[in-house]
């Protein structure tokens, strides 16, 4: 997969424990005609590093789909995964990952045979701007493995598309890839990427029935497999878990973790009081601090605090969501380093209450549908462009990656909306991705404002 990115986790911010389970070292079943994956393996970056034996291999059988969307492997539940949030640092800024399962299904033609893929997306972000996107393509066997059918990369540089590194389609580049096996044993060998002079990736499972942290609690069942970068010359250690896949996954000190999925972790229970006040709460300061209220800022600050621990006082909260907003809330009250409501520092302030506003609809997704959730984050992406074009002296790259981010978004949730405000959407974006691409950043300001009037329809404030 496309996970290059490298990540550093304090071990304050995340602690992955392990606790020994069970593990079987019986072999995998599954094995089969050599032919079917066998292909040229890449020379290694590093010559210690060499590939496991073909007689180790899981995914050498051609995989026979029937119901292909129907992907519940406990271990890599992409169709029952609408959507997760990843946290952690790269290069020693803050990294995010969202990922969000696309409502219409691709068809791939793979040895002959049509093959109906979900599609997930992935975006990035890094140091709070858009750093990656990819649309994942993936089906799920008649023996319940999961196959990788490949990924549309798209690398940003300030804004805007640098490369598409790291792309590749299942019949066209190579052969389809086996992302989770049906039933993982300790030595399985597989490889989910498989294009020798592109993207080359093995796992080999050493553990299984584990038991991690997550979101709410431990989870049993869960497998540790080492991944091969052929190419790039390193081992990466990945955990998958049931219900979430995907969960932590770091080399030499490097980690991004699953903070929360639905509906993994998704509650029954109303959106508590605290976190709407938490919510609006943000919006307030940053309509304050552009119009240099700040006595109402502190005040509302003040309430949010309050709200904040009155949550964590009566609800079990994910922990990289506690540290997120702490660190959040610490950023809008700000500090010699980085000023906010504290120093009536307005750029400062604006930027940390998005961040609030942020976080506080990652702990609102456990209550919420995940479209409701996108709908608010695009509201969110919308202010932010609102904040990014109206500064004395306005950053092109920071405009161009606000509307890229509303793109994307916007991908999520343009079904949800009704026909007339879809129009209008459409619309501004066409209009503002030409005056970002232009780097005018009047009319993207012009533009932004008139989006913002639309969106606001979008998530209606209650009374």
Not at 15 to 27: E, I, M, P, R
Not at 183 to 191: E, F, I, L, S, T
Not at 193 to 198: A, F, G, V, W
Not at 269 to 298: F, K, M, Q, S, Y
Request: hydrophobic content about 40%.
């Amino acid at each position: 997969m496309r996970r290059q990115i490298r990540i550093h986790v304090a071990p304050v911010l995340f602690a992955v424990v392990l606790v020994a389970g069970a593990c079987s070292t019986s072999d995998p079943s599954g094995a089969g005609s050599p032919e079917h994956t066998a292909s040229e393996v890449p020379d290694a970056a590093d010559p210690t590093l060499s590939t496991a034996p073909e007689s180790d291999r899981v995914d050498l059988v051609a995989p026979a789909f029937t119901d292909p969307t129907i992907v519940d492997n406990p271990l890599f539940p992409i169709g029952e995964l609408h959507s997760a949030v990843l946290l952690g640092n790269v290069d020693g800024h803050p990294l995010r990952i969202e990922t969000t399962l696309l409502p219409e299904p691709e068809v791939i033609e793979i040895d002959g045979q049509q093959v109906e893929t979900l599609v997930s997306q992935f975006v990035s972000y890094s140091d709070r701007r858009i750093h990656e996107v990819a649309l994942d393509w993936y089906a799920q066997a008649d023996d319940g493995s999961v196959w990788y059918f490949g990924e549309d990369v798209f690398n940003y540089e300030d804004g805007v598309v640098a490369d598409t590194d790291g792309t590749w389609l299942a019949g066209r580049d190579g052969p389809v890839a086996m992302i989770m096996p049906a039933d993982p044993q300790v030595g399985a060998v597989y490889r989910p990427e498989n294009i020798p002079d592109s993207v080359f990736e093995e796992v080999t499972v050493t553990s299984v029935g584990m038991t991690v942290d997550g979101p709410r609690g431990p989870v049993q069942g869960a497998i540790i497999g080492q991944e091969l970068h052929l190419l790039e010359g390193y081992y990466e250690d990945k955990t998958f878990a049931p219900g979430y896949g995907e969960f932590a996954s770091g080399v030499d000190g490097d980690l991004e973790a699953l903070a929360i999925a639905v509906p993994t972790d998704a509650l029954t229970d109303p959106v508590p009081a605290e976190l709407e006040t938490l919510r609006h709460g943000a919006i307030d300061v940053l309509d304050a601090a552009a119009g240099g209220r700040w006595e109402a800022a502190a005040t509302t600050l003040d309430a949010m605090s309050v709200a904040w621990a009155t949550h964590r006082a009566g609800h079990q909260v994910p922990p990289m969501l506690v540290i997120q907003m702490n660190h959040a809330l610490g950023s809008l009250a700000g500090d010699a380093l980085a000023p906010a409501v504290g120093a009536r520092n307005s750029v400062g302030a604006s930027n940390a209450c998005l961040d609030v506003l942020q976080a506080s609809l990652d702990l609102q997704l456990q209550y919420r549908p995940p479209a409701e959730i996108d709908r608010a984050r695009f509201d969110r992406w919308a202010r932010q462009l609102l904040v990014d074009t109206g500064g004395n002296e306005p950053e092109p790259g920071n405009i161009a990656g606000d509307v890229t981010t509303l793109e994307w978004i916007w991908d999520r949730i343009a079904h949800t909306v009704g026909d007339a405000e879809a129009d209008e959407i459409g619309r501004q974006l066409e209009v503002l991705r030409t005056a970002a691409d232009d780097e005018d950043a009047t009319a993207a300001g012009a533009a932004a404002r008139r989006l913002f009037d639309v969106v606001v329809e979008l998530e209606p404030r209650p009374s």
